[in-house]
């Protein structure tokens, strides 16, 4: 007798062994859905006594309405051979004896034999995946609000500049009040028309704040289907004023129509903003020798729609290429090296993808692209 048969006679009369061992439950029933065997992982994994699951109906392991859901799926796959989850797997929610509910992955297995079919479960528990991808998801939100912070320390200047302009009007309106009260005859039609526009700047001054707060506001996960142009123009309001101070002119060239998106609005600005920003510098740093013509762009197809930013800059260098997106890398003298990073890391959350390319001429463009399907599509 040959090691290879022997090791397989061992593995036949040890079978049950061999499955107790297995670090995963694995659970296998009858075509009725009873459970025929348990290994000791089953066991431990939903807290019933050795043998105490035999005999019972193997959705005893799942709460409402996945358990209702189960049966159905079995039911139509032994009538109509259409699986959707035989032969497969799906994440779900099971319930241990004592009633606590904990993620798990099931894939089922069908098991023909000579006395009828039967089918194998494999569940994994998910609940420590699901607490790492969390703290994870959370990290990332941490990160994404400290470049938007970030982002706006670099836009002081611009900032402040827009926020004097509705300030020093409403100084001069409320000035100019102040001297027709005065006056023997008061002008009730200067009067009015003079607080109309104190409250316009007013008005106008509150609106510059309330975007900022928006923008920088600690919002997680808020995602929604949004229309991708829609945010480029409400962007246009941070931009206006930074391209001014840099001498910069913003051509928005946008596709229309364009399909919505599912994403979190604030952070695909976040990353639509870090893209011109980066592009004004790159322009600023070269004196604008190649003209100051800064191209925001949208795209779409039926799969996609692409946001790209062209500029006239020095574009990347070859050295540089490699480490666009790295964490702490940076051409910036004063730059911290983590806003492509965490931008990146925004996109791939959204399923989509961040890159870049040299221009034939001069400048590069950096561009990204978010899939048109998602939720409620």
């Known amino acids: 007798m040959t090691k290879k048969t022997v090791k397989n006679s061992w593995l036949r009369d040890n079978a049950l062994n061999v499955m107790d061992a297995v670090v995963d439950a694995i659970v296998t029933m009858d075509a009725e859905g009873t459970i025929q065997y348990a290994n000791a992982a089953t066991y431990r994994l939903f807290g019933y006594p050795p043998d105490g699951l035999v005999g019972q109906p193997v959705t005893i392991l799942m709460p409402e309405p996945h358990r209702t859901q189960h049966q159905?799926?079995?039911?139509?796959?032994?009538?109509?051979?259409?699986?959707?989850?035989?032969?497969?797997?799906?994440?779900?929610?099971?319930?241990?004896?004592?009633?606590?509910?904990?993620?798990?992955?099931?894939a089922v297995s069908e098991i023909s034999t000579p006395i009828g079919i039967f089918f194998a479960g494999i569940l994994r528990?998910?609940?420590?995946?699901?607490?790492?991808?969390e703290a994870l998801l959370e990290q990332q939100d941490r990160l994404a609000r400290v470049g938007?912070?970030?982002?706006?320390?670099?836009?002081?200047?611009?900032?402040?500049?827009?926020?004097?302009?509705?300030?020093?009007?409403?100084?001069?309106?409320?000035?100019?009040?102040n001297k027709l009260l005065q006056s023997p005859g008061v002008d009730r039609d200067k009067l009015t028309m003079a607080l109309e526009?104190?409250?316009?700047?007013?008005?106008?001054a509150g609106a510059i704040i309330e975007r900022i707060q928006r923008f920088v506001r600690n919002e997680t996960g808020q995602r929604e289907r949004v229309n991708l142009n829609l945010l480029v123009r409400d962007l246009a309001h941070f931009v206006a004023a930074d391209a001014r101070l840099n001498d910069i002119e913003v051509v928005y060239e946008l596709a229309s129509p364009v399909p919505s998106v599912f994403c979190d609005p604030i952070q695909i600005q976040q990353v639509a903003l870090n893209l011109i920003r980066n592009a004004i510098d790159a322009m600023q740093e070269m004196d604008r020798c190649y003209g100051n013509r800064l191209v925001v762009r949208t795209i779409h197809s039926d799969e996609w729609i692409e946001f790209a930013v062209v500029d006239c800059g020095s574009g990347v260098s070859q050295d540089d290429e490699p480490l666009v997106f790295s964490a702490f890398h940076t051409t910036k003298k004063d730059g911290m090296g983590m806003g492509?990073?965490?931008?990146?890391?925004?996109?791939?959350?959204?399923?989509?993808?961040?890159?870049?390319?040299?221009?034939?001429?001069?400048?590069?463009?950096?561009?990204?692209?978010?899939?048109?399907?998602?939720?409620?599509?």
């Open 340 to 377: 492509l990073s965490i931008c990146r890391s925004i996109i791939n959350q959204h399923g989509g993808q961040l890159s870049f390319h040299n221009n034939p001429d001069h400048g590069a463009t950096f561009y990204f692209r978010l899939p048109t399907g998602g939720e409620n599509e």
């Open 148 to 177: 938007r912070l970030s982002t706006m320390g670099e836009m002081t200047a611009s900032i402040a500049h827009e926020i004097n302009q509705p300030l020093t009007a409403i100084s001069m309106y409320a000035q100019a009040c």
């Open 72 to 106: 159905q799926y079995v039911s139509r796959f032994l009538s109509t051979g259409s699986a959707q989850i035989i032969g497969t797997g799906r994440e779900l929610t099971a319930v241990t004896k004592d009633g606590r509910l904990f993620p798990m992955y099931l």
């Open 125 to 133: 528990d998910l609940t420590q995946q699901k607490i790492a991808q």
């Open 197 to 204: 526009k104190l409250t316009k700047q007013t008005l106008r």
